[in-house]
């Protein structure tokens, strides 16, 4: 992305084609990117609430934990679903 | 008010875990038909089991029924404490505070009739607020006026003070005993409700809470209300009348205390409690049954309880119903236990039960 960017900034003026496309493929490759880094985060917040009452479930009885780790890792399959994302576009 | 993130999750989960392992009513059942030391001995294999295991070669029979079942409620609500943070925090110690109460209430007894310490603290429940070594220091004292003194800090300390006087002039307890209830239903809606610069919440999980605690302080008055106008006594009913409610304000509590119908009416009347509780207001009709009316008033508070703890499945409600599934059950026990040794008949303390 920063290479396409040099670009831009060489060829203020006129861009060739080649130039055009290196820089779309760097746009498209750091949506990509945030994309999967929001679905990260997200999946972070959702385990944050999960986890906490999983804890407190296997606290009270030991036999919760396969459950409780299962519901744990739940939200895990949005950063899977946004990684997709990343094969579709690259 | 405490800082910091809640964490009504995690306290909701191992809650609602201890709310499954209460008895059932089919063990109610089992247990009318028991005697004390079989009750003892069906509660130690219950969880229940360390209680009874502690206290068994001290005490026998419903005595150490009563003290184990003391005590495991005092170690639950002490759990509840100790896992809650920030505003969840908040919110359940200023309903747990009603534990606070209660021990001073039995210590200002103690000092008063000059009771043995030891017997005291065996009656406290250590659930609230009050940390172990301001009631220990408590136990020590011999003065009520010492003991006013060691509560300093605490928010019952001012109007405890303010009775104090009233109780020099007259020797009687009721004073002190009426400031610190008025402190604790005071204290219930502070901030949430009425703050300066904050407007009372409509919707959402504290809007409930609030309705919930409303419902608590307006049960408490009618039940005083029906006791009063039940009994004829000649007491001022302001005296008794507890603010925040929605139920009576102080001239509807002085005008119907006279009147006891009135007063049936004015309840079945409104439209927060009047269809909830329009059972329980027949049969107080009908029937001199002021104690099944009580335990109407306690089963619906619970059932309020328990439907907001499914509305808001991550919020305090599920605690509060958590803490008044706990004490009926302590209650029941004790009931049980206490019928059994007296020798009532199993249909009289089924009455005396609360079962939904």
């Known amino acids: 992305m920063i290479e396409a960017l040099d670009i831009v900034l060489q060829n203020g003026e006129a861009m060739s084609p080649e130039a055009a496309e290196n820089l779309s493929v760097g746009y498209a490759e750091a949506a990509a990117a945030l994309a999967v880094g929001l679905a990260a985060l997200a999946a972070g917040y959702a385990e944050r609430g999960i986890g906490a009452a999983a804890v407190g479930a296997i606290a009270e009885d030991d036999d919760m934990f396969v459950p409780g780790l299962i519901m744990t890792v739940l939200p895990e399959t949005l950063v899977i679903l946004a990684l997709v994302v990343v094969f579709i576009v690259g | 008010m405490s800082i910091g993130a809640s964490n009504p999750e995690y306290v909701n989960a191992r809650v ?197 605690l409303q419902a608590e302080i307006d049960f408490r008055n009618a039940r005083n209300a029906l006791r009063l106008a039940r009994s004829g006594a000649d007491l001022d009913p302001a005296a008794y009348y507890i603010e925040g409610g929605v139920l009576f304000d102080a001239s509807d509590l002085n005008r119907l205390v006279g009147d006891y119908d009135a007063l049936v009416d004015h309840i079945a009347e409104n439209k927060r409690y009047g269809d909830r509780l329009s059972g329980a207001l027949g049969r107080l009709r009908e029937a001199d049954s002021l104690i099944q009316f009580e335990h109407a008033l306690d089963a619906a508070l619970l059932q309020y309880a328990d439907t907001l703890s499914s509305i808001y499945p991550a919020s305090v409600s599920a605690v509060l119903s958590y803490i008044l599934a706990k004490e009926r059950e302590v209650e029941n026990i004790r009931a049980i236990a206490r019928g059994r040794e007296v020798g009532l008949s199993e249909s009289e303390i089924e009455e005396e039960l609360v079962i939904l």
């Open chain 2, 16 to 212: 609602r875990s201890r709310r499954a392992s209460l008895f059932a009513d089919e063990d109610y059942r089992k247990l009318i038909r028991m005697g004390p030391s079989e009750i003892a001995r069906f509660m130690e294999e219950t969880e229940y089991e360390r209680e009874v295991n502690a206290l068994g070669t001290r005490f026998s029979g419903v005595d150490l029924i009563e003290y184990a079942l003391n005590r495991n409620l005092a170690k639950h609500f002490e759990d509840l404490l100790d896992w809650s943070e920030g505003r969840l925090y908040d919110l359940v110690s200023r309903y747990l505070r009603k534990f606070d109460v209660m021990n001073l209430k039995t210590i200002i007894r103690g000092i008063y009739t000059e009771t043995d310490p030891e017997e005291v603290q065996t009656d406290l429940i250590r659930a609230g607020e009050l940390d172990d070594r301001t009631i220990d220091r408590l136990l020590e004292v011999d003065t009520i006026e010492d003991a006013i003194e060691v509560v300093s800090g605490t928010i019952f300390y001012e109007s405890l003070s303010a009775a104090h006087e009233e109780y020099e002039e007259t020797g009687a307890l009721v004073p002190l005993e009426n400031a610190l209830d008025r402190e604790f239903y005071e204290h219930l809606l502070e901030d949430v409700s009425r703050s300066p610069g904050r407007t009372q919440p409509q919707e959402g999980p504290e809007a409930r809470y609030i309705e919930f």
